[in-house]
């Protein structure tokens, strides 16, 4: 069963456009939401992360917004570069359910073309 | 610069043998994860420990794989027998937290596992 599931698998934007990576979930018990950043040969970097408590947040140029209602929330990139280019993951935890594993989306491909 | 390192960061091994990997968490952090990352399953729990108890390894096959930390410098990943299933990104990661949850969580470089 597939608690986080991410859309789209690829995605290829222009320089300075802005990509839009999308997540939603399934278990209403989760409450602590993690995007990870990740380069080929290197491990998942925690980029940013956000509570359903608020709709938005903002680090830099990279942006979540949240809509508990529809348990979705999705990744934006603003003034995309090439050096974003990598793979992106969502993820999700039950931060009082005991068990303090991430349960990830399957990744997003992401290249930004000069 | 604090970070999570992993040895071996490659490992090529045939059917049968024994694989250990090794984990170094980030000082002070109190709760240590594996992941596995394929293709075809995305990234996955395998085990987790806080403060060197282990509190859940249901994603582990238990047949086969084990995972201690004799230490609390110290996580090992280990595969015995080993498969071409096996085959795989092996992922460390570390975090501090209480029972709520350690939930920023830092992964380290990986070990590529290859069997063979």
């Known amino acids: 069963q597939q608690q986080v599931k991410q859309s789209p698998q690829s995605l290829i934007v222009q320089k300075g456009g802005i990509p839009i990576i999308n997540c939603a979930y399934e278990?209403?018990?989760?409450?602590?939401f993690p995007w990870y950043q990740q380069f080929p040969g290197k491990g998942p970097a925690l980029l940013i992360a956000?509570?359903?408590?608020?709709s938005e947040k903002k680090e830099g140029r990279f942006t979540i917004s949240f809509n508990k209602s529809a348990k979705q929330f999705s990744l934006h990139i603003m003034d995309s570069q090439p050096g974003d280019s990598a793979t992106y993951f969502c993820?999700?935890?039950?931060?009082?359910?005991?068990?303090?594993?991430?349960?990830f989306g399957k990744g997003t491909h992401l290249i930004i073309q000069p | 610069d604090a970070r999570v390192t992993q040895t071996p960061r490659h490992k090529v091994t045939e059917m049968g043998q024994e694989v250990t990997m090794r984990c170094q968490p980030i000082?002070?952090?109190?709760?240590v994860f594996w992941y596995r990352q394929t293709m075809m399953q995305g990234l996955e729990l395998l085990a987790y420990f806080r403060n060197r108890a282990p509190l859940d390894d249901s994603g582990m096959p238990k047949d086969r794989f084990s995972a201690e930390m004799p230490d609390a410098t110290l996580a090992t990943l280990k595969i015995q027998p080993s498969e071409p299933r096996d085959s795989a990104v092996y992922f460390c990661?570390?975090?501090?937290?209480?029972?709520?949850?350690?939930?920023?969580?830092?992964f380290g470089p990986g070990t590529r596992l290859t069997v063979t």
């Open positions: 000082l002070g952090h109190n709760t």
């Open positions: 990661a570390s975090g501090s937290g209480t029972s709520g949850g350690a939930h920023e969580q830092y």
């Open positions: 956000i509570r359903p408590d608020v």
């Open positions: 993820a999700a935890i039950n931060s009082g359910g005991g068990a303090d594993g991430l349960t």
């Open positions: 278990n209403t018990a989760f409450d602590y």
